[in-house]
């Protein structure tokens, strides 16, 4: 059985840097892409970032490009979020999901991705 579990949240100051992992168990990563979303307090989930099965191809949403940088190691099964910059309406449970890849490009909606895990909470102080 696949999990997928996040760890690396916490409080952090505006301005800060935070890098969260995922790592997943029960299924052939490297075969996989990879996806972060968030979801803010009151708010619908929302994609973040997301890295293809060959690490070749990533996707961004327009807010983080240029402070945060997605990447996986797959002989430890293992994707990272480097986030910089972080900012108070970034304050959210981000999550991690994983989907068996269908073409090269990683898909970035929620409702492409097949596995998820719990989530981590992320909370940026101004």
């Known amino acids: 059985q696949a999990q997928v579990v996040e760890s690396g949240g916490g409080l952090v100051q505006a301005g800060d840097s935070l890098r969260l992992s995922c790592a997943t168990s029960?299924?052939?990563?490297?075969?996989?892409?990879l996806g972060w979303f968030r979801q803010a307090p009151g708010k619908e989930r929302e994609f973040v970032a997301a890295?293809?099965?060959?690490?070749?191809?990533?996707n961004y949403a327009d807010s983080v490009k240029g402070r945060f940088t997605i990447s996986r190691n797959n002989p430890k099964n293992t994707v990272y979020l480097q986030m910089t910059k972080l900012q108070p309406e970034e304050t959210a449970i981000y999550y991690c999901?994983?989907?068996?890849?269908?073409?090269?490009?990683?898909?970035?909606?929620?409702?492409?991705?097949?596995?998820w895990g719990q989530g981590t909470q992320v909370t940026v102080s101004s």
């Open positions: 999901a994983a989907v068996l890849r269908r073409g090269a490009l990683p898909p970035t909606r929620e409702y492409e991705y097949d596995y």
């Open positions: 029960g299924l052939s990563f490297n075969l996989y892409h």
């Open positions: 890295i293809s099965w060959s690490e070749v191809n990533t």
